[in-house]
């Protein structure tokens, strides 16, 4: 979405946290407040601080709700100037007067929207409530406006004849199909319909996402005696007890919920009916019929979604949103994601005899179940591979991964080097701040981290920025990285398994790519563009994780700092593609129920939330009991309230880019100085300023394959 058009990433936010009553009904044009004192309130003017990095030490609560207000109130009246410009539309009065619009709307979006997701707090879900609905019809007041549409209109057919440079054109051609997706032509009763049902799913999707955070914190499973933590490490059980602690639970131990289905702690735990306890609280967080429950807000999401596709002339709401992606049409994503299916749980049903056999050697009396796989996982790894868990994470301190690993294959690749900022504020103590300059010694940007997970955080991991770059103002980008890594106890090394090692990787190539942004129109730089172009760059980035130069220089021992042992090195590459049978079949059954949902038609009634899952799954062949969706519906935030909905088939999309990358890396020579400038150059400052099929095919010099995806599943 244009920044005309609000902010993509920040209207994907709103609509994200909400309390589980109904909403009043708002008004469809913002209502214009009085304008606050800009000295008293640090979000109406641009911040002092360096890259105009947020004062978070100055912002209250307090100041974001008139902050938004008068943010809304200034848009639309910079909106309405450029619609009502007496003179013939140009691309200067019309395409770039809206980029420069909304300056105070983008700041407060941006700050408030990344604060709630990743600290937020009882006042600021209240704002969040308030807020979400009039951030959807403030959007609508913009789209729908039939004078400035007419303006970007005109200037679209008349752009082959108008002179424009390339990014010129793209943007036009952007913009106007943005308009044209939000509604712009639709008739005035289709356009208040249309209306209604943004605000509506504003609001359910904000009331979604509020009710999974509450639920994933109420979710945690206490236990009461220490020797049913039997398989954790003393680091881990010292951290569970922290936590039960700041609960108020003095004595006992507090498993916390990360967002996926499979919890961490499944992996080491001995205790058999704690590990099926840990599972159901972690698969029914929001099928208890409480206050928590999401299945009736999603049965209606689902059914506004397709009829919203319905209005904008789509047979399905998947159609609509495939529409301007690289996929195009669900088709095409379904059968990327149903060819994969075979050999994926073929791998698996293997798995699962593999364990089967650990089972019953043990004497073990019982079938595999899924609260018992990753436990079992771990003893096939160590038998086949003499590997397991507790010899790999002493090497993967956390500090050490970053500065030596995730820093240093960016120096590497791209000569950029990094150096810790003391003197920005933050919003949480855990944070740190760092300044990037490129390899000419020039400042580019500022990049914040927020790893460990807490109560007041969403589950997840995600890149997003506090400030674009934008090349008509000279703003540089402020990026931040959020992960949800168990925090050490105190004194305590912070440890991590390595997927949580290929996770920092992933994050940070998504802050690669905002930070290497070199374009001049803000709504088209850095991160904006379609869903399964935007994950490509970060999963390209995963791929150095392994690379053995990167590799030796990170994977030391966080007490005696000697090197892993190449005997260690070398069984984790022969474990490479231990487990992707269950790890692609999980991620499989979740995109292909988020693609099911999202292909109802718009005369579907309301869906039973768990027969629907239940047929989906059997339908497309993964419904393996021992292998549940990485995400089940009712707690799917990344399409019911985190703007992936139709879109999760992205990750796979974008796997086949990156995998395909990489053999060109690997026929070019690898890690090097050079190769990086070309990733750079042709890929990761380009943004969406060209149509993003012929800039993959401009870097590769052809069409990606998804043999190099298959193989590197070990599906082939």
């Not at 890149?463 to 004194?491: I, S, W």
């Amino acid at each position: 979405m244009s920044r005309t058009l609000v902010l993509a990433a920040a209207i994907s936010l709103a609509l994200a946290a909400c309390s589980g009553k109904e909403s009043p009904a708002v008004s469809e044009k913002t209502p214009v407040a009085q304008t606050p004192d800009a000295s008293a309130n640090p979000l109406l003017s641009a911040s002092a601080l360096p890259f105009q990095a947020p004062p978070f030490d100055r912002i209250s609560d307090s100041d974001y709700l008139p902050a938004f207000e008068e943010g809304m109130r200034q848009h639309l009246e910079q909106i309405q100037k450029i619609a009502d410009n007496p003179e013939p539309p140009t691309f200067a009065n019309t395409f770039e007067a809206m980029e420069r619009s909304g300056e105070t709307l983008s700041r407060v979006s941006r700050i408030f929207f990344g604060l709630v997701q990743a600290d937020t707090n009882d006042a600021r879900q209240k704002i969040q409530e308030e807020v979400a609905p009039r951030l959807a019809a403030h959007q609508d007041e913009i789209a729908l406006n039939p004078k400035l549409f007419e303006r970007i209109k005109t200037i679209h057919d008349q752009r082959d004849a108008l002179n424009l440079d390339p990014e010129q054109k793209r943007l036009v051609e952007y913009q106007y199909t943005e308009f044209v997706r939000a509604g712009a032509q639709l008739s005035d009763a289709d356009k208040a319909a249309l209306r209604k049902l943004n605000v509506e799913e504003s609001t359910l999707s904000t009331q979604f996402h509020t009710r999974l955070v509450a639920a994933a914190a109420a979710g945690a499973v206490v236990v009461d005696d220490k020797a049913r933590l039997d398989g954790l490490s003393d680091g881990e059980i010292a951290s569970a007890a922290e936590d039960a602690k700041a609960r108020k639970l003095d004595g006992k131990y507090l498993l916390a919920l990360q967002n996926t289905t499979q919890q961490p702690v499944l992996a080491s735990l001995k205790d058999r009916e704690l590990r099926a306890e840990v599972l159901k609280a972690s698969e029914t967080r929001t099928e208890l019929g409480d206050g928590n429950d999401t299945r009736q807000i999603v049965q209606r999401l689902a059914q506004l979604r397709a009829h919203k596709a319905r209005l904008l002339g789509y047979d399905s709401w998947a159609a609509y949103s495939l529409s301007d992606q690289m996929a195009g049409t669900p088709d095409k994503a379904f059968k990327l994601l149903t060819d994969t299916v075979p050999a994926a749980t073929a791998k698996a049903r293997g798995e699962i005899a593999e364990m089967q056999k650990v089972i019953d050697a043990q004497q073990g009396g019982f079938r595999l179940a899924a609260s018992d796989w990753d436990f079992y996982a771990e003893q096939v790894r160590k038998a086949k591979y003499d590997l397991d868990e507790s010899q790999i994470k002493p090497y993967f301190e956390l500090d050490n991964v970053l500065q030596n690993g995730v820093f240093y294959a960016a120096n590497q690749l791209y000569g950029i080097t990094f150096k810790q900022r003391t003197d920005i504020p933050t919003y949480h103590p855990d944070m740190k701040v760092y300044e990037v300059f490129d390899k000419d010694g020039s400042s580019l940007a500022l990049f914040y981290t927020d790893y460990f997970k807490r109560d007041s955080k969403s589950g997840g991991a995600w890149m997003d920025v506090f400030v674009e770059q934008d090349g008509l103002t000279g703003a540089k980008p402020v990026v931040y990285n959020v992960c949800n890594f168990t925090k050490p106890a105190a004194g305590q090394p912070a440890l991590l398994s390595f997927d949580d090692v290929t996770t920092m990787f992933h994050e940070f190539g998504h802050a690669l790519h905002g930070m290497f942004s070199k374009v001049k129109y803000p709504s088209i730089a850095g991160t904006s563009t379609s869903r399964d172009f935007v994950e490509f760059p970060s999963q390209f980035n995963e791929h150095w994780a392994t690379d053995p130069k990167v590799f030796a220089n990170y994977a030391k021992h966080y007490q005696t700092g000697e090197a892993m042992p190449q005997a260690l090195v070398d069984k984790i590459q022969k474990a490479r593609t231990f487990n992707q049978g269950y790890a692609t079949t999980e991620y499989l059954s979740a995109a292909l129920l988020d693609l099911a949902w999202h292909s109802l038609p718009a005369d579907a009634p309301l869906q039973d939330v768990d027969g629907f899952e239940a047929q989906a799954l059997k339908k497309y062949k993964v419904d393996l009991p021992q292998v549940p969706p990485r995400y089940r519906t009712s707690y799917f935030d990344h399409i019911w309230g985190g703007g992936y909905s139709a879109g999760y088939y992205a990750y796979f999309w974008a796997e086949v880019l990156d995998d395909d990358a990489f053999e060109w890396f690997k026929e070019h020579g690898g890690l090097s100085a050079e190769n990086g400038q070309v990733f750079r150059d042709k890929i990761l400052s380009r943004g969406n300023t060209v149509e993003l099929a012929t800039l993959y095919r401009d870097f590769r010099g052809k069409d990606p394959s998804v043999e190099p995806l298959l193989e590197n599943r070990g599906l082939k």
